[in-house]
């Protein structure tokens, strides 16, 4: 009931939206891609605002703001950062605290609705970029950001923050699912680390027959592990435009989610909000998950067991999906522009990013970033080592406006894998398919 209530909270946000004029009729996972999704595009208000914005090339003589908003997903806003900021420039970093990002992507959306936005965000890549940039009111940071930083990024980085040929937002605290594994476990009992999903279904039967606990599982944003699976198979939820979940690559993708559920019973079955809980209890074998929870799992993890990371599992290619956030900036004055190019241009400096780095488990961003000190102390700890060299294979897929429809879908799917040994994978992947397809019709004829 009360995902219920809130689902239709979010509709009236976007509701909302769409009379203001506008062309335009993501767990909490569940509540924020429903939010993203429901704006099914168009053009909102912020495409006819009167705002004043100006591209970067024509903010070289204006004067910065003497302060800008920031909205974050991290507990402290940077807080140390802000106010190095503020001493090295003058400009104030008004900073607040919005939730995860599925919060940020509810907050923003309702922000467009009554123009009411941050002038830089901390945005996630999971959902509603495409939402926000079609909306008109969240710039290109392409058009803002100094060539020098725009090319130093590591280019699999652009391809989840591009839309419409576009560099939307600018890559920043970002992370890649990785395989964690019980390293004192795996070496007592004499178990190979997996690298494909066959080995990751053999491995987790192994475990359970040799040690009696459950083999593997998936972290709290399990449609993130699936979708990697799909990329890691040469397929997407969209191939060029078109619905692809009802394909063969897929089904596979569930049929092992089962074998490891229900067949096997070597994953507890729709457990993974205690995911992370139960691998670092040591009650689990294998935990897919995000390199930026390196530094966390080592902390919960303690003396407990020493813990590895291996590659995510190939399945018939290497195409790493990413994950994380980056910044964007939202329309507002020239001044408060030029104020917030120079706060993203602070925050993406080299010796900052590598100590980000060093401190979590995201991965540095721009090379040289990659070449500081800082950055080699990381790369000090084998199990990082393994991250960097994963990073040769990020790409996967681009940003859509179907992304939010997808995660829930993915989401449903696996609830289902899990729980019901007879659900019909074609027919259920069929649906997904046409769901997807009416989706982006309704929004195409929004735009």
């Not at 123009?115 to 058009?143: F, I, K, T």
């Not at 939307?168 to 395989?179: C, G, T």
């Not at 070449?371 to 040769?392: C, I, M």
């Amino acid at each position: 009931m009360k995902k219920k209530l809130v689902y239709a909270a979010a509709v009236g946000i976007f509701s909302s939206i769409a009379l203001m004029g506008c062309s335009s009729s993501e767990t909490a996972s569940t509540t924020a891609a429903t939010a993203a999704q429901t704006t099914a595009g168009g053009t909102s208000a912020a495409a006819s605002s009167e705002a004043d914005t100006t591209a970067a090339e024509d903010l070289s003589e204006v004067q910065p703001a003497s302060e800008i908003t920031f909205w974050s997903t991290k507990e402290d806003c940077f807080s140390e950062l802000c106010a190095e900021f503020e001493a090295e420039t003058g400009i104030k970093v008004n900073a607040t605290y919005m939730g995860g990002y599925d919060d940020m992507v509810n907050k923003v959306m309702a922000g467009i609705a009554g123009e009411n936005l941050p002038n830089v965000a901390q945005l996630g890549q999971r959902h509603g970029l495409a939402q926000m940039y079609d909306s008109g009111w969240l710039l290109p940071v392409e058009d803002y950001i100094s060539e020098d930083i725009l090319e130093d990024i590591l280019p699999g980085f652009w391809k989840r923050f591009t839309y419409k040929d576009t560099k939307v937002i600018l890559p920043f605290q970002n992370s890649m699912p990785m395989l964690y594994y019980n390293k004192t476990l795996f070496d007592e009992n004499s178990i190979e680390i997996p690298t494909t999903l066959d080995e990751v279904a053999a491995t987790a039967k192994e475990i359970k027959d040799k040690t009696g606990i459950y083999g593997v599982t998936l972290n709290s944003d399990y449609p993130w592990y699936f979708m990697a699976l799909m990329y890691n198979s040469g397929t997407a939820p969209l191939v060029d435009g078109q619905p692809s979940m009802n394909t063969e690559a897929v089904k596979n993708i569930c049929q092992k989610i089962q074998q490891l559920a229900v067949t096997d019973q070597t994953m507890p079955a729709n457990q993974h909000a205690t995911a992370q809980e139960d691998f670092c209890n040591g009650n689990i074998g294998m935990l897919m998950t995000s390199c930026a929870s390196y530094a966390t799992i080592q902390n919960l993890v303690g003396d407990k067991f020493e813990v590895g990371i291996a590659m995510f599992p190939e399945v018939t290619t290497m195409d790493i999906t990413m994950g994380g956030n980056g910044l964007g900036m939202f329309k507002s004055t020239p001044e408060e522009e030029k104020a917030a190019t120079m706060f993203i241009e602070f925050m993406l400096d080299p010796q900052r990013i590598a100590e980000g780095s060093l401190n979590s488990g995201y991965v540095a961003v721009t090379n040289a970033a990659t070449e500081t000190e800082t950055y080699q102390t990381y790369l000090e700890d084998p199990n990082r080592q393994v991250v960097d060299e994963q990073l040769q294979y990020l790409g996967s897929a681009a940003v859509t406006p179907v992304d939010s429809l997808v995660w829930n879908e993915v989401m449903d799917l696996i609830d289902s894998l899990e729980a019901d040994p007879e659900i019909n994978i074609d027919e259920r992947l069929a649906e997904i398919d046409t769901a997807i397809a009416d989706y982006m019709s309704e929004y195409a004829g929004n735009e």
